[in-house]
Nanobody, 115 residues
Framework: QVQLVESGGGLVQPGGSLRLSCATS????????MNWYRQAPGKEREFVAV???????DYAASVKSRFTISRDNAKNTVHLQMNSLRPEDTAVYYC?????????WGQGTQVTVSS
C-alpha cells in the first residue's frame, strides 16, 4: 500500500526557515520523480518543486532561490528546505508522485508564515 506522510510544518516568522519531510513506503521510491505542491486558503493547489529519480530539480518561479528539494533514496524520503519564508508561502504543503496513471498524495502539512 502506497503511503506518503508529510511532516515538519508549523508557524514561523517572515524570513524564517522550515524543513519539510515526506516519508514514503509501498513503492520503489528511487524509480520516481517526487513533487511538492501547496494549497493556500481559497486558492488552487500549485506546483512548488520537483526532483527526478536521478536528482534533477526544478522549481516554481515564486520559490526559486529560496527553496531546495532533495531526496534520500536510502530512507525513501524527500525533503523541502524553505528559507526566507514570506507570508504568501502560507499553505498546506503536499508531496506526491505519479504512477499507474494517477497521482498519489500525502495528507499535507500546514505551513504558516506570520509575525
Amino acid at each position: 500500500q502506497v503511503q506518503l506522510v508529510e511532516s515538519g510544518g508549523g508557524l514561523v516568522q517572515p524570513g524564517g526557515s522550515l524543513r519539510l519531510s515526506c516519508a514514503t513506503s509501498g513503492f520503489t521510491f528511487g524509480n520516481y520523480a517526487m513533487n511538492w505542491y501547496r494549497q493556500a486558503p481559497g486558492k488552487e493547489r500549485e506546483f512548488v518543486a520537483v526532483i527526478s529519480s536521478v536528482g534533477t530539480t526544478d522549481y516554481a518561479a515564486s520559490v526559486k532561490s529560496r527553496f531546495t528539494i532533495s531526496r534520500d533514496n536510502a530512507k525513501n524520503t524527500v525533503h523541502l528546505q524553505m528559507n526566507s519564508l514570506r507570508p504568501e508561502d502560507t499553505a498546506v504543503y503536499y508531496c506526491n508522485f505519479y504512477s499507474n496513471y494517477k497521482y498519489h498524495w500525502g495528507q499535507g502539512t500546514q505551513v504558516t508564515v506570520s509575525s
